[in-house]
């Protein structure tokens, strides 16, 4: 295929050309209406862009194809089937996907250290979780990707289940054996959808870990906002092989998503994708030069600890993406959070995401010297100035174990049910009704439906009390719960 082509690009720039005056959406009408005030800070080219696909980028009964030329041409350079683009980001792609697989009622494999995006699937879809619960990391308070043979034993336990959904690479970019769990979840003959968001970028170069669709899964969404070159709530399902229905995936889609499409994702999209098919190998062989060099300039910094390929080595993940650096700053004696919050303050420098214990930095294509420098700087600064930072009461981490709470209702049937809120002194033994999610990475530490323990109440209030963010819960600051009420 011709991928010097971006078709919804070229449909944009004609659209210019010809000078079209709209008469229906948007109202703006290609910025004319727009607030001077507004466009001092976005630009008027924001506007200009904002174009219906029908009587805009293409016709009514849309002849050209404007944006299916598109999806093909994405299909081609990743090696999927079917590639199928989605303004509304991969929250709502992976709730999409995992109702083309399983519908209310039936049974589907989750890894637990999902997004709540996943879990707000589960209550919408009315999907029957069967969590499979990842590989703990216990030194590093961390949560990699599960093993094939954890996915083998919960499908031998559940054979009626209708699919399986994999997170990798997390959010701290450990992964996932992909080709391994494809082939125990072909074995039982059901589809494996992975949730790859933080994994568009992983196509186009050797040295990345596997891409989904070349090792076998069924069903792949990623975000290429986050690691690729396209704005925020861009997102593309990739398709192969015929246990998910292309048909049914995007009647589902229709169901789920937008009629009012961006045309601003779709053009991002279209160009990211011809920049990686032209320039990508190149783009990202230097990427990974300059992550290792921040890599090896971190690690010599005293009281930091970068994650590495250590932890493959140790049989935790089956790769780590070399993009991905992530610090431990405990030694410093301060938290993820307040590393965030002194660099952000101190150095105008924003870090990716933070926790109790680390923060990450992702390095992508679009860095240069001058980034990879004031990174640097950023953490040699706060490793020189740690002992300034105020000290706080610690996060009391809880054991591992204690994580894996007891599932006593399905998530739909506690998210709706009548409910109560109780003082976080009485919540422990209760079921809750609500997501609690510390954000970021966004993982939920309680989903509706678990039974609440004091060991995760314990971690939960001390973590607000250092700087959590919880801003799902009905009380942020976790003083209440909402919870099952009791007949």
Not at 15 to 41: C, S
Not at 134 to 142: C, G, Q, Y
Not at 433 to 459: K, M, N, R, S
Request: glycine share 8%; with cysteine.
């Amino acid at each position: 295929m011709d991928h010097s082509r971006a078709p919804v690009l070229e449909a944009l720039r004609e659209f210019r050309r010809r000078g079209d005056v709209a008469y229906g959406p948007p109202g703006h009408k290609q910025g004319r209406g727009a607030d001077p005030r507004v466009v001092d800070v976005v630009g008027m080219d924001v506007f200009r862009s904002d174009v219906l696909t029908l009587n805009g980028l293409d016709d009514r009964r849309e002849s050209q194809g404007v944006i299916s030329q598109a999806q093909e041409l994405m299909a081609d350079a990743v090696g999927a089937t079917e590639a199928f683009f989605s303004t509304c980001g991969s929250s709502l792609s992976v709730k999409t996907a995992m109702l083309a697989v399983a519908g209310p009622g039936e049974k589907m494999l989750l890894s637990r250290n999902a997004h709540k995006s996943v879990v707000a699937a589960v209550v919408v879809n009315g999907v029957e979780p069967i969590w499979v619960h990842p590989e703990f990391d216990a030194e590093r308070h961390l949560a990699h990707p599960p093993e094939p043979d954890d996915v083998r034993a919960r499908l031998r336990e559940h054979p009626d289940a209708r699919g399986m959904l994999l997170i990798t690479p997390t959010d701290w970019g450990t992964c996932a054996d992909i080709g391994a769990v494809a082939r125990v979840c072909h074995e039982f003959d059901v589809p494996l959808i992975v949730d790859e968001a933080w994994g568009a970028h992983l196509p186009f170069h050797p040295d990345l870990p596997a891409w989904g669709m070349d090792a076998e899964a069924d069903l792949v969404v990623t975000s290429v906002h986050k690691m690729g070159g396209a704005i925020e709530q861009s997102s593309v399902f990739h398709l192969q092989y015929d246990r998910v229905s292309s048909e049914v995936l995007k009647q589902r889609e229709d169901l789920l998503g937008t009629t009012s499409a961006s045309p601003l994702v779709y053009a991002t999209l279209d160009g990211w994708r011809r920049q990686m098919v032209e320039q990508g190998h190149a783009l990202l062989d230097a990427a990974i030069s300059r992550a290792r060099r921040v890599r090896a300039a971190a690690d010599e910094l005293p009281g930091l600890r970068v994650m590495g390929r250590e932890v493959v080595d140790e049989g935790l993940a089956a790769d780590v993406d070399p993009l991905k650096i992530v610090i431990d700053v405990r030694e410093l004696g301060i938290s993820g959070m307040q590393a965030a919050e002194w660099l952000r303050t101190h150095r105008h420098v924003d870090v990716g995401g933070s926790d109790s214990c680390r923060v990450s930095a992702s390095i992508t294509y679009a860095d240069d010297d001058a980034t990879e420098h004031m990174l640097v700087e950023a953490l040699r600064a706060l490793v020189e100035k740690a002992e300034s930072i105020e000290r706080q009461p610690p996060v009391r981490l809880p054991e591992p174990s204690a994580l894996e709470l007891e599932q006593a209702m399905l998530p739909r049937e506690a998210f709706f049910a009548p409910v109560e809120h109780v003082p976080a002194e009485r919540a422990a033994g209760r079921i809750s009704a609500e997501i609690i999610t510390p954000y970021p990475p966004g993982v939920p530490v309680v989903c509706p439906g678990e039974v609440i323990t004091a060991e995760v109440l314990d971690y939960l209030r001390s973590g607000v009390e250092h700087g959590m963010l919880i801003p799902d819960a009905a009380d942020s600051s976790v003083r209440t719960l909402r919870v099952v009420a009791r007949p």
